[in-house]
């Protein structure tokens, strides 16, 4: 079965733009949270979506945004992008159920100059 | 913030075994403990969880106190591709249908040739 799945892998964006990065989770699941990832904070919940809706949502400005697809693929947007945005972004998928185990993607570098 | 204390850096022989340390002195009686990895740059790697009871699976053993208070994460022989961080993580469940992640700095596990 293929794992989660994220595009672009490696993004460079300029201050000001905006950005849309994609997460098809692992088949079957129903889950997907997003992450950030950054030298200075570590590994930071953003938001989680179920069955297109979220579910619970980060310390994160409105900047960042996400939505869930029919199919359980999710998209993030980050809007009005700052140098800080640069960071690992990082999408996990589960089954559905709260007892069930996250499995993680290899991620989406996102560089802001 | 993360309810797990972890060790800054652990280093550990080729082919010995790697024992990392988890405290969650804090924990309730209905949260599991995960444990992930992550290699450079890559998406954070599902190892085990457990409960209560001693976890072993075929990449590692997780043995918890009786009082839930720390837990091991025993890796029987360790390779070169062992070396990564290790996250020991109490997973926090809010509500009915929603799960996040939250990661602490983990431990860096340096396997030595």
């Known amino acids: 079965k293929a794992g989660v799945t994220q595009t672009p892998r490696y993004l460079i964006k300029t201050r000001g733009q905006q950005v849309t990065l994609s997460c098809s989770p692992i088949s079957g699941h129903r889950s997907v949270s997003w992450y950030q990832q950054t030298p200075g904070q570590g590994l930071q919940f953003l938001f989680e979506y179920f069955s297109e809706t979220q579910r619970n949502k980060g310390n994160f400005p409105g900047r960042f945004s996400g939505r869930q697809f029919s199919n359980s693929r999710s998209e993030m947007n980050v809007s009005t992008l700052e140098l800080g945005d640069s960071a690992l972004y990082l999408c996990?998928?589960?089954?559905?159920?709260?007892?069930?185990?996250?499995?993680f993607g290899p991620g989406t570098r996102l560089t802001v100059l | 913030d993360a309810k797990t204390t972890q060790p800054t850096s652990m280093d550990c022989a080729e082919g010995r075994a790697a024992n990392l340390p988890c405290n969650h002195s804090?924990?309730?009686?209905?949260?599991?403990v995960y444990w992930y990895r992550q290699i450079h740059s890559q998406g954070p790697q599902y190892i085990i969880h457990g409960l209560k009871n001693n976890e072993t699976n075929e990449m590692a053993s997780l043995i918890i106190t009786e009082d839930r208070k720390s837990s091991t994460l025993i890796l029987p022989h360790a390779t070169l591709r062992d070396t990564a961080v290790y996250y020991c993580?109490?997973?926090?469940?809010?509500?009915?249908?929603?799960?996040?992640?939250?990661f602490g700095t983990g431990t860096l596990l340096a396997v030595q040739p």
């Open positions: 804090t924990i309730s009686g209905n949260e599991y």
């Open positions: 993580i109490v997973r926090v469940a809010q509500g009915g249908a929603t799960n996040k992640l939250i």
């Open positions: 996990a998928s589960r089954l559905g159920h709260i007892t069930d185990t996250q499995y």
